[in-house]
């Protein structure tokens, strides 16, 4: 009889066990259905007119997946022009700058897009969103179906104020953990 209830212990606690595994999404971002791993993480904060009425910060994040044969580097630059507080919710629109906030394609110091081992890369275009959460140093930062290709006319050389974005595929994933913050 005890043989009984302690196999039966074992086995609850396995299913247990695996179940609660299976619901936890893992510090990993996904494109084109391939999972990367975050193994190294930092962000950078730029601040522009410090300590004026006018104050803004952009935020660069750099994500590293770091496998052997494979190093894909994930880049998110964030735009907030109310707060030098990180968090909230950064939507990735097409024109950031004149905006109140959101997630910056490209600029002259920062960056948001993928760079992958073979020196293919995407940019972030319109579409999705990147939300940040930060409390006592650990950050929670969710990537939501965030839209990444190519820009065709990327100067708008023709005049057309079209970039031409194509995508490519969408990001998504999670991190939950402490983050390198330099300012």
Known sequence: MKKISLLTLIVIGLIAFASCKKDDPG???TFKGVKYSIDSISVTQLI???GEVNESSMY???IMNMKPGDTTTLYIAVYDK???VLGGNYPALDEVI???RGIIPFAFVVVSGFIFEDGESYLVGEGGSFDVKASQGIYSLAFNSISVGDYDDLLDSNGDDDSE???AGTIGGSYNGPIEKIV
Request: hydrophobic share 35%; aromatic share 16%; net charge negative.
């Open 27 to 29: 510090n990993l971002f």
């Open 48 to 50: 522009a007119n410090d």
């Open 60 to 62: 660069q994040f750099v």
């Open 165 to 167: 974005y194509l995508e």
């Open 82 to 84: 109310n707060s030098n």
């Open 98 to 100: 004149g905006g109140d």
